[in-house]
Every structure is written in structure tokens, then in C-alpha cells.
């Protein structure tokens, strides 16, 4: 071992000692009182005695119940939780210094409350950490941003702690509560971070960040091109390390190269930053046999908007001992951070490990951020190449504030902040798939509470005439039933009354549903059950119950039944009727003899539908959808479109269930609804979780999803495979970009489809899919060309039967008409075919 290295090692060894001595290390197991060892180090149970710390309110410590699924490493510490439903805190006594500090939030359900419904700020020594924060919310960010499926919230921040200590305050919104799973302090080096970083763009000009009163709080830890490192790699800090592939925006640009021997901090100062496993592995640009090489090597982030950022990289040249082999320019957002840049040169050798910050701010509309290795003009062809061993990423706060609010955007519009609206899935099927699984998508497929906006807009707005969808009238008349009376709408619909169902006794309901019984469940929901039922008069019917203690608000009981009074589709679940004696609130719809569009592709032993079948369910739900979206003068939006909420009644005829919460779509001078994020995993239109904007192309993008289903006959999610391939839709694409979509589809199909229509089938995805909603298709476009993909199958089965009769006249029988490209952007009615018409003038 060379003296530097020696040398290093035992700063790090007395520099550990040092912290273990002072006891610098907290670690809190909230809602539990006994210690337990996770991850290589023991925890406190935040009730034991004799800690060096204080509580405000007891709150409720709460143990985990009902949920088998734990996490693999902090496993022993979520089994146990604190809620807090007062403002409350934890008074931790350090002493002043620069501290690391990690909140765990595991969502399960601890007796009566559910993490999920919890809505909080939490604010350390003065700094706004979250705000509105939503763990729900926050697991669909984070598993969309890293392409994975994630199940705990671990957010971890480095921040400044003065004379006074860490006091760490959880303040539940209006109506709501905090939790925290557990709490870790740990004094850092006061050299984690330099306060002076080159500036990007700036050329070569360095920037004072002022440090000392910021908040830092780490977005992404990237191990590039190597394994995922765990977090008791870092004895140090615990600080894990996530695979960087899914960040990649082409994985065939770069190529990774290891080496593991001997390699050296530069700075001694590094060894307690990073591990030195992650200097051992890097990518470099791929296609050695291309001598140019006139391309970069990109990742892309999502972060939040309008914040700085500080990203760290982490370089070794691992192969070249001599300089000028390897020299490249780093972009990152698209501007120059460093050129002419030969690691070989900056470390002074091979195998010397170091870092280097960059500083950069992102605007308000902006929510990725691009790191880019490249080409360097300047250089010759033959040095170019680019290399990087390890990515940091961390956030800066602003003003004091490190929150950014995914989803609650308008709390402040708000004016009742009454807890938001539960719904119940319809006909959401019981036990899908491995317990984590259940547990993991329970997080997404259950809604949670969420805030419901009340828009003024709606309020004030009265439409001239009569319209034939008047959601938003129907919700006015329930808010505020005077102002509803004055409108053009009560002058036309009161006569009628708002409600057009049937109102059942709760006596009926029982009789129907033989008291409830429970072998007639034939769903059950994140809120409530529905059961199958028969009236009186020998009709069969959905009805759908409420648990009572989930508290839905009666208000928003009435406003659904008067949306769904007022739906009225030969493709959309229809309404019958509604029950609300004795506190019940009751829904009871058409029964759909056949259940859901999902029973019949996979999982229940069900025989497989022909592939015309599957297309004209996908026609009948396109209809539905496409009704929702243009049938009301400014469109509903479904929100939450899925194979479990298209049904099919006795003869397959598909559809659309489950629109009573869906949102109004935007007003004219809007291009979105602002929202909570609300859906399913799997389906989620990526642009909208991201940006909680609603348009009705996120419902295009999620019956794209569906389309794929239909063909692969597949879960969209499914944990149970490799990698690659448990996300439906990204697997799917793949496929569908190389024009190989044959290769997946349902083998029960057996061949028996025209690989014309897949074809076309396949294209109409692949646009449904676009990354941009604006270059999405709409519904009235899909369905339109889901029409010629059953006329392309219906030929070629005319022309295969005709041909096994042996007479081959019949085999050029034509398309009857010709089509327009799928477009990109708005309708034209003008162009639809005449059945489209008739769903519109109906
Ligand atoms: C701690 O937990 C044990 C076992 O659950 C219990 O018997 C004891 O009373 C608890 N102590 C306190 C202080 O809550
Ligand atoms: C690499 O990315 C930068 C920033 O986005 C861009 O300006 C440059 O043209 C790209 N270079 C190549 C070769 O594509
Ligand atoms: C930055 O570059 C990437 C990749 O070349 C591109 O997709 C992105 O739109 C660019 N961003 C801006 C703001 O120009």
C-alpha cells in the first residue's frame, strides 16, 4: 500500500472515532420505544428514556398492522410510526455544526390512520423541507422520475444546525395529520461541500453559494455504470447509490469500463464523501469503432422547478495513463459547464479519484435537468471521449425553502379545506398479484384523499343554452343552490329535478343485496364494496357502498350523483339509481354481466378473446372516453383509465366505469387542470405526474396503455419479471419501435389476427405513448383508427376463409376508405367518420 493511501485511511479512521466518541449519530425509531438494529446500526425508539432529545405532543405512536410487506433493509424500523394531529416537534440536542438528516416516511396503515391520507409541512432549524407533502404523491414522482417501483420516501438533507439544536416541526394541513417513520442526525464534515463551484456557462467563472444559511437536499446518488451500492457501503453516512440507466437518454451511446485496482483520493477530505467502489466503474462514449465521435453521452433528471442546483461529478480515468486521450465538454441544461476537460490532467494520473461541482439555476417551466459529455471542437478527432465515474445531484434552497409542492398546487384557491373526496373503484379487483405487490399498489391503485379544488371559474360561469353534458351546472347547483336557481341551466333542468336516478330505500339496498351478504361482493375498493344485486322487479344490478368510516363527505356524495345522473352513454357504466338513508351512501349502477376488460386478458382462468373481440372493446371504450372528452361543452377528463374500469356487459360490449370523480376539463383560456395527481401505476401519463396538469391526453396516454394490455395480455406492472420488462408500457414500446410487436402479443391469440391490423394497432399506441401530450392523438383520432384496424382484420379474415373454400376471388376486397395520417394536435370533426358523428349529435 502506497503511503497516500495510508494516510488516508487514518484521517478517515480518527475522523470516525472522533463522531463515535461524541455521540453524533441519532437515529429514531418513531412510535416505538425499544431499539432494533436496521441497516448496520441501532436505533432508538423515540418513547425510551433517556435520550437526548425531546417531543412536543406524544401524538400517537402507532405499530404497523394488517401489512406483511416490510422493506428489505429498514424493515424492523417501519413497523412502527408517529402521527401527529397537532403542530408538534422533535427537539434533538446536537451540538452546532454541519448536519445530514434523513426523514423516513414508509406509507402503510397504522390502525386508524393511513398514511396515505396524511398531508403535512415539515420545517428543521428554519428551513421549509416539505411543504403539502402528500407520501402518496411523492412515491409516484419519485417512481416516475427513476423509471422504478418504489415504496418508501427517504429524504435526506444537509443542513446547518446552530446554538439552539435541531428542532424538527411536522405541522398537519387543515383537516389532516403528519407521520414520520423515523429520523436520522448525523454530523457531517465540515468540508462536504466547497462554498465556491464553477458556474455553468459561466466560463470558468466561480460563484459563492453562501452555505452557511442554505438547505441542501439530495436528489439523486448515481453510481454511473456501475452496480447499486447500499447504504452500509458508506459506513460513513449510509448514503446509497442508485444504478444511473434509467436516466440515460440512449444507452447505446456510452459503454462502461471497470477497473478496481489501487485507486486513490486525490484529496484525502474525499475519502469520507465517496466510496471509493464508485470511482471503479464509469461510462464512457460507446461505438469504439467510430473514429469521430460526433455525439454526446446524456442523462436527463427531473427535478423541481425554479430551484438552484449543485451537481457533483465524480471522475477516475481508469484506462489511459497518459493525457490527451479521453477530452470532452461537459453541458449540463444544455450550456457549457467545462471544456477542453482531460480527467487524465485534472487528477494527475490514472486511478486518482476526485470531484467537481457545478452550479446551475432552473427556470419555472423547466422540471429536468441534462447532463451531457461530448465532443470538444477544439480537440482533435482521435482524443475524443468522454468519462464519469459517479453523479450527485442536490438541491439548494431558496429563501429558506427547500419544498416544492407536487400536487396540493391549489391549496390557497381552496375554500373549504375540507378533507378531499374518497372514491371507490368499481369493480377493482380483491388480491392482484405477490403481497408486496398488493402493497405497492395499494399506494397507487387505491386514490387517496386528496384535496378537491373548487374552482371559482365554475362558480361564476352560467354557458348559454342547454348543453347536454352540464357537469359543472350539476356541481354548482350542490356548492351553492341559490346562485344554481338563477342560471340557464336550473331554469331548463329544474322541472326535472338534478337528479334524474332512482332513489332507493336502504331497505331495498338490503333486500337487493341480501343485507349485504358478502358472497355477492364482487369488487372491492380502496373505500367500500360493491355488491351484485337484484331489485325488486328482478333486475340485476352494481351497487356500490361507501364504507361510512371512510368519511366521504356527503356533499361530494350528492355532486356524484348529479354527474352521473347526468352521463348518459351507450358506452359509460350507466347510473340507476342512489341510496342515501341512514347515513348510507349508496351507488346503483347497470350490472355488467361480464366484468372487467382485464378479467377476460389475464389472471382468472377466463378463455381468450379474439383479437376482433379485443378490438371492439377498445372501440366501445375509445366511444365512452371520446364522449367524456367532447360531449360536454368543456369535456371531462376520466383520470383514471384502466383495464379494471372498462367493463363488458353480456354481449362484450365494452364500458367506461368509474367516471363519477373525473375532473372537468380546461376552461377555454386554460390549456390544463392544475391537480392532485390522482391514477393508477402503470397507466400514469408521465407528463401529468410530473407536472400535475391535466389534460385530456393523459387519458389518451393511459388507454394506450390499455391497448398494449389488450395485445400482450400482461399486468402493466409486473414486479415479478426481470427489470426490463415489469414496466408493460416502456417494454412494450421498445418492441413496438423496432416494429416487432408481433413478438409479444398474447400467445393465446394463437396467430389468429391479420398482422396488418397489429400493425396499424401498434402505430396507434406508439403515438398514444408520445412523451408530449400535445403530440398525442385525441380520443375521437384513436378511435377512428381503431376502426380501420378491425376493417384491416375483418379483410384478411373474409380473404382466409374465402381462401380455405379454395376460391381466392374475395382475397382483394377493399378497405372501404382511406385514411388520414394520425395527426398531432386537435380534432377536426369535419374528418371523422359518420359513426363518430352520430356519438357526438346523440
Ligand atoms: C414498551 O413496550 C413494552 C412491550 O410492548 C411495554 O410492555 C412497555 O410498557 C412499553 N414501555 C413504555 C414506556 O411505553
Ligand atoms: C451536445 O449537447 C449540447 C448541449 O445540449 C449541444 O449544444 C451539442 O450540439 C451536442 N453535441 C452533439 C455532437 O450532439
Ligand atoms: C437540451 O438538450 C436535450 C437533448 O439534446 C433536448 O431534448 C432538450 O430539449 C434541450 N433543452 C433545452 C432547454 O433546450
Not at 425554479?306 to 493525457?323: A, G, I, M, Q, T
Not at 464519469?388 to 438541491?395: S, W
Not at 333486500?511 to 349485504?516: E, P, Q, S, V
Not at 391479420?754 to 401530450?773: N, P, Q, R, T
Request: proline share 4%; hydrophobic share 40%.
Amino acid at each position: 500500500m502506497s503511503p497516500v493511501v495510508l494516510a488516508v485511511v487514518s484521517i478517515a479512521f480518527i475522523n470516525l472515532q472522533f463522531l463515535q466518541a461524541h455521540g453524533s449519530e441519532l437515529l429514531l425509531n418513531c412510535g416505538s420505544n425499544g431499539t432494533v438494529d436496521a441497516d448496520g446500526r441501532r436505533w432508538n425508539g423515540d418513547i425510551a428514556p433517556g435520550s437526548n432529545f425531546t417531543l412536543s405532543s406524544p401524538g400517537f405512536a402507532a405499530s404497523l398492522t394488517g401489512n406483511s410487506y416490510t422493506d428489505e433493509i429498514f424493515g424492523p424500523v417501519y413497523r412502527s410510526a408517529r402521527f401527529f394531529n397537532l403542530t408538534s416537534w422533535y427537539h434533538i440536542s446536537v451540538l452546532p455544526g454541519n448536519y445530514c438528516i434523513r426523514l423516513h416516511f414508509f406509507p402503510s396503515t397504522f390502525g386508524n390512520f393511513s398514511a396515505n391520507n396524511s398531508v403535512f409541512d415539515v420545517t428543521a432549524s428554519g428551513f421549509k423541507l416539505v411543504s403539502k407533502f402528500n407520501v402518496s404523491e411523492e412515491i409516484v414522482w419519485r417512481s416516475s422520475a427513476s423509471n422504478s417501483v418504489i415504496s418508501a420516501v427517504v429524504k435526506e438533507y444537509f443542513l446547518v444546525i446552530g446554538v439552539r439544536g435541531l428542532q424538527i416541526e411536522f405541522d398537519p394541513s387543515p383537516g389532516s395529520f403528519a407521520f414520520v417513520t423515523a429520523i436520522e442526525v448525523m454530523l457531517t464534515p465540515d468540508n462536504l461541500f466547497n462554498d465556491t463551484v464553477n458556474k455553468v456557462g459561466g466560463a470558468g467563472e466561480q460563484l459563492p453559494l453562501g452555505l452557511s444559511n442554505r438547505g441542501v437536499e439530495t436528489m439523486y446518488r448515481l453510481n454511473i455504470g456501475g452496480p447499486a451500492l447500499k447504504s452500509s457501503s458508506d459506513q460513513y453516512l449510509h448514503r446509497p447509490w442508485y444504478t444511473d440507466e434509467a436516466f440515460m437518454f440512449s444507452t447505446n451511446a456510452a459503454q462502461i469500463v471497470s477497473n478496481a485496482s489501487s485507486i486513490m483520493y486525490v484529496s484525502s477530505n474525499d475519502s469520507l464523501l465517496v466510496p471509493i467502489d464508485v470511482y471503479e466503474t464509469a461510462r464512457i462514449m460507446g461505438n469504439n469503432m467510430v473514429v469521430d465521435k460526433r455525439f454526446n453521452v446524456s442523462w436527463r433528471f427531473y427535478v423541481h422547478p425554479n430551484f438552484d442546483y449543485l451537481v457533483r461529478l465524480h471522475f477516475c480515468e481508469l484506462v489511459y495513463d497518459k493525457p490527451n486521450q479521453r477530452i470532452f465538454k461537459i453541458y449540463i441544461n444544455n450550456k457549457t459547464a467545462a471544456e477542453n476537460y482531460d480527467v487524465y490532467v485534472r487528477a494527475g494520473g490514472i486511478n486518482k479519484a476526485y470531484h467537481e461541482d457545478y452550479f446551475d439555476d432552473l427556470p419555472l417551466q423547466a422540471d429536468s435537468l441534462w447532463l451531457q459529455l461530448g465532443p470538444d471542437s477544439m480537440t482533435s478527432a482521435s482524443g475524443t471521449d468522454a468519462l464519469l465515474n459517479g453523479l450527485e445531484i442536490f438541491k439548494l434552497s431558496k429563501n429558506g425553502n427547500l419544498a416544492y409542492v407536487l400536487g396540493h398546487i391549489d391549496m390557497a384557491n381552496q375554500r373549504d379545506s375540507s378533507k378531499g373526496k374518497k372514491k371507490i373503484d368499481l369493480w377493482e379487483e380483491v388480491g392482484i398479484g405477490s403481497a408486496s405487490f398488493v402493497v405497492l399498489t395499494g399506494v397507487f391503485l387505491f386514490s387517496w384523499c386528496y384535496i378537491r379544488k373548487k374552482r371559482k371559474a365554475v362558480d361564476k360561469e352560467a354557458p348559454p343554452g342547454w348543453h347536454p353534458l352540464v357537469l359543472h351546472e350539476a356541481m354548482k347547483s350542490t356548492t351553492d343552490a341559490r346562485a344554481a336557481s338563477k342560471s340557464s341551466l336550473a331554469r331548463n333542468a329544474s322541472s326535472i329535478g338534478h337528479r334524474m336516478g332512482r332513489r332507493f330505500s336502504i331497505a331495498e339496498i338490503r333486500a337487493a343485496t341480501k343485507n349485504f351478504d358478502e358472497s355477492l361482493v364482487i369488487g372491492t375498493g380502496g373505500f367500500g364494496k360493491v355488491y351484485k344485486g337484484e331489485l325488486g322487479e328482478g333486475t340485476t344490478v352494481a351497487i356500490k357502498r361507501a364504507n361510512p368510516l371512510c368519511g366521504q363527505g356527503l356533499k361530494e356524495f350528492e355532486t356524484e350523483i348529479e354527474m352521473l345522473s347526468k352521463l348518459r352513454h351507450r358506452h359509460l357504466v350507466a347510473m340507476i339509481g342512489y341510496c342515501e338513508e341512514q347515513k348510507e351512501m349508496i351507488l346503483v349502477y347497470e350490472y355488467m354481466a361480464k366484468g372487467t376488460l382485464r378479467s377476460h386478458l389475464y389472471g382468472n382462468g377466463l378463455s381468450p378473446l379474439t383479437w376482433k373481440q379485443r378490438i371492439d372493446a377498445c372501440i366501445g371504450a375509445a366511444r365512452g372516453l371520446h364522449y367524456l372528452h367532447t360531449g360536454a361543452d368543456r369535456g371531462i377528463i376520466h383520470r383514471d383509465v384502466k383495464t379494471t374500469n372498462i367493463l363488458l356487459d353480456d354481449n362484450f360490449v365494452a364500458k367506461i366505469a368509474d367516471f363519477g370523480l373525473s375532473k372537468t376539463g380546461p376552461t377555454l383560456d386554460q390549456t390544463h387542470v392544475s391537480t392532485a395527481v390522482k391514477g393508477s401505476f402503470g397507466y400514469l401519463d408521465p407528463e401529468y405526474f410530473r407536472r400535475q396538469q391535466l389534460t385530456q391526453k393523459s387519458d389518451v396516454y393511459s388507454f394506450g396503455v390499455v391497448l398494449f394490455e389488450v395485445a400482450c395480455a400482461r399486468p402493466v406492472i409486473d414486479p415479478t419479471l426481470p427489470k426490463d420488462q415489469i414496466n408493460l408500457a416502456e417494454w412494450a414500446m421498445r418492441w413496438q419501435r423496432q416494429r416487432s410487436l408481433e413478438a409479444i402479443m398474447d400467445p393465446r391469440l394463437d396467430g389468429d389476427f391479420s398482422s396488418e391490423s397489429l400493425k396499424k394497432f401498434g402505430e396507434i399506441v406508439e403515438k398514444c405513448l408520445a412523451d408530449d401530450g400535445r403530440s398525442r392523438p385525441s380520443m375521437g383520432e384513436v378511435l377512428w383508427h381503431l376502426e380501420y384496424v378491425l376493417q384491416l382484420h375483418e379483410t384478411y379474415k373474409r380473404n382466409v376463409d374465402s381462401e380455405s373454400f379454395g376460391s381466392g376471388e374475395l382475397r382483394f376486397a377493399d378497405i372501404s376508405f382511406s385514411l388520414p395520417h394520425i395527426g398531432e394536435g386537435e380534432e377536426e370533426l369535419h374528418s371523422k367518420p359518420s359513426s363518430i358523428r352520430e356519438e357526438l349529435d346523440t
